[in-house]
């Protein structure tokens, strides 16, 4: 992973370049999903960044996406805290779900 600049560094560019700072976040972002060699935890690390890209769009302001994103972190992890206390039950709860199977219809373009 590369080296993540200092922090009055980033804070300066969050001043005058913030579009060097997103271009280092989004940078950052990939290589971590790009290091990832178990497909499927790559799919779920692109799934967390796309939702995270998407709670940050939303935000009217930085601090209500840093609130927003602030809570999903704190759901995440007590959802991790009930799987490691009551791992049985979490366990139940997913057998309970019924699998699904559907038919794929594809999508056509409209006429011009």
Known sequence: MRDLPEFDVLVDMARTDPTALERLRTRLTNAVIDAQADPLKKQRLKGLAF???????????????????????????????????QPEEVTAEQADVPETSGKVIPMRRPPH
């Open 51 to 85: 939702q995270i890209d998407m709670e940050r769009q939303r935000a009217r302001t930085p601090m209500a996406a840093t609130i927003k994103l602030s809570e999903m972190m704190c759901w995440k992890l007590a959802e991790l805290n009930r799987c490691f206390l």
